[in-house]
Every structure is written in C-alpha cells, then in structure tokens.
C-alpha cells in the first residue's frame, strides 16, 4: 500500500476520449480552483478503456507518485476493477456521475434522465413532435441515461420514438456530423434535434447550415452540458447545463477536506434548461413565427 501521509497531489482519471471535450475542460477548471486554495497539485491521467490491464496501470502510477485521492469520470467511475484497486490502495475515491451504488466512495450525483426529460419536455412544448436524438457511446452511463430521460419524454407524451430518427455518436464532433448527415436526410425531416452532448449538437448545426436548413426556423437544436462552444456558435445552442465547474470543485473538496458523517458522502448537482436562440416554437405555416416558449419545464435559465 502506497503510503499518502505526504502527498499534496489529487488525481483525475478519465478516459482517452474525453480530454479536449468542453466537459473535460470544465472540471479541470473546478478541481484545480479548489486545489489551488489548499495548494495541492492536480495529476491528469488518462486510459485507453480497451487495454486489459488498466488496474495495473493504475497501481503502477499510484506506487510511482502517490496522491491524496483520486477522481473518477464516467465510465471509469463504474468499474469495479479499478475501484477494488484503488479502495486496497486505501485511496480515497471520488465518482463524478455514477450509475452504480458504492458506499465506500465519495459521489458528486446528477440526475441525467431526468435532466434529459425536462429538455425533450421543452421541445415538445414548443410544438415538435418528430424529435431526432443523437445518442453518445453506447457503454456510457451518462449517454444511455439521457437517451432514456428522452424516450420516456416521448412515450409519455404519446410520441414514438423512430428508429431512423435515432443516430449513433460517440460525444465527438465528426460522429455528430455523421450523425447529422443521417438525420436529415429522413423524409420527412425532423423539425428538432435534441444531441447528447454540445459538441454533436454543434456538429448537426454545421451539417444542417451547409444544407441550407435555417436554424431555428425550419429545425430546432438542442444539446446537453452547456460547454463554451455552446455560447460561441449562431444561432447559440439551447442546452442542460451541469454546473460542471462546481462539480470539479466538490470533488477535490470531498478529498482535501472529507466529511466525517456517510450521510454528506453524496453531493446531488441540479441542473437547467440554457434557452437559447437554436429553438424555437413549431411554424405550422411559412408565415407563421411564433415566438419562442420561455414557461416553466423543469429549472430553466435564459441567457
């Protein structure tokens, strides 16, 4: 076992493909604010999930430079290999997002079903009812939570759930314009898109734009994290936010300064509906131009 008396270092482990996104960026952000203020050093690994020997790489790491805790992103979080290592280590743990129970970890909670249905709900307020979704990787907790939030959405309000209006991605943006290409070429096209992340989202903007598909006039767009690039593109992308900072931040505090009761071992995050101006009320008619629908469907902010 790797002593940790000495150690002013906090790991954050992830996986390959999530390094560069707007989600990794973001609570790198949150996690080195907090180190910061108790002047710890963050150490960024990330793991190629299809090697074999991922746990022997992690006690290798930890013998070689041992650390006060360790973060964990989906999917990491949920492997029980990694967590078993890290718990005979006596490393402290901290799950961002976890789908599993676990009592012996620190967790940072939020409810991506959920947060998914109240988004499908905002589009089918506005109007839509042939409503795309653009899927993220099929092992992530996090994508198969929301594309599940975004078929109860719909069978509860009546709606199906078509397959050709369904598109595989993988959180990337060239699988969002794949994604994209795909969606609408349906005929009938969909009148709104809902991507499981910002960067797809963005992605199908580009692909509908250089079809000349007007955004939001004639195609709704939305998608979920609320990362930079969601502010940078026109028309500004409507998205869920997580407060991503935040859950950086809480998660290197649950190592540098752990709670002493189980009861505060769990942290639930809120999140909210960014409305911006990729969606739009449902034009029943070319003259018709409805504004768009700002009522209450979950928590939701405007900028």
Not at 84 to 94: H, Q
Request: aromatic letters at 6%; a negative charge.
């Amino acid at each position: 076992m790797a002593s940790r008396d000495a150690s002013h270092l906090v790991g954050f482990f992830c996986d390959i493909p999530m390094v560069g996104s707007g989600y990794f960026g973001m609570l790198q952000m949150g996690i080195m604010t907090r180190c910061r203020k108790a002047r710890c050093e963050l150490v960024i690994k990330a793991f190629d999930l299809k090697d074999p020997d991922i746990p022997e790489q992690v006690h290798t790491l930890l013998e070689r430079t041992p650390m006060l805790g360790v973060i964990l992103t989906e999917p990491m979080c949920d492997m029980l290999d990694v967590k078993g290592l890290l718990a005979r280590e006596g490393v402290p743990v901290v799950r961002i997002a976890p789908h599993t129970e676990d009592g012996d970890t620190y967790d940072i909670c939020h409810d991506n079903l959920q947060a998914a249905v109240d988004m499908t709900n905002y589009l089918i307020g506005l109007g839509h009812k042939r409503i795309g979704f653009v899927k993220g990787p099929a092992d992530h907790g996090d994508a198969n939570a929301r594309f599940a939030g975004f078929r109860k959405a719909m069978e509860d309000a009546g709606l199906p759930v078509l397959e050709e209006l369904c598109a595989d991605g993988n959180f990337e943006y060239s699988s969002g314009l794949i994604a994209g290409e795909k969606l609408l070429a349906v005929v009938p096209p969909p009148t709104a898109i809902f991507a499981c992340n910002d960067e797809m989202a963005v992605a199908v903007l580009a692909t509908a734009q250089r079809m000349g598909i007007k955004i939001p006039e004639e195609l709704s767009l939305a998608g979920f994290d609320d990362a930079p690039l969601a502010r940078t593109v026109w028309p500004e992308l409507t998205t869920c936010r997580q407060k991503m900072e935040l859950m950086g931040y809480l998660a290197a505090d649950f190592l540098i300064n752990p709670p002493t009761s189980r009861e505060a071992h769990s942290r639930p995050q809120q999140h909210e509906l960014v409305i911006r101006q990729s969606t739009a009320r449902l034009k029943t008619s070319a003259t018709d131009a409805a504004p768009v629908e700002r009522s209450a469907v979950g928590r939701r902010a405007a900028n």
